[in-house]
């Protein structure tokens, strides 16, 4: 059985910082492609960041420069450094793990950023 368990959310003031994580199991997570996405009350989901088997990354365009992704391949885990959150941050984030067609998503874990 897949899945894939986030943690790390909660509020947060503007400026501030959380690290979420994502730890899977039922998969070999090594040569998986693990994404983050977000999506907002009323808004589409969003990619945020996403990370390759070989550790290449990739950011969403508001997230870039503030957001930093990476992977624990012992531990089986990827994680989501947010930096410099703002208001507008606010969502609900997934993990999700891709190989080829295979795609495999968390249950979300709510961020929110407000004082």
């Known amino acids: 059985q897949v899945q894939l368990v986030e943690s790390g959310g909660g509020l947060v003031q503007p400026g501030g910082s959380l690290r979420l994580s994502c730890t899977t199991s039922?998969?070999?997570?090594?040569?998986?492609?693990m994404n983050w996405y977000r999506q907002a009350p009323g808004k589409q989901r969003e990619f945020v960041a996403g990370i390759g088997d070989g550790g290449t990354s990739k950011y969403g365009d508001s997230t870039k420069g503030r957001f930093t992704i990476s992977r624990d391949n012992a531990k089986n885990t990827v994680y989501l450094q947010m930096d410099s959150l703002e208001p507008e941050d606010t969502a609900v984030y997934y993990c999700?793990?891709?190989?080829?067609?295979?795609?495999?998503w968390g249950q979300g874990t709510q961020v929110t950023v407000s004082s």
């Open positions: 039922g998969i070999t997570f090594r040569i998986y492609a």
């Open positions: 999700n793990g891709q190989l080829n067609k295979l795609t495999y």
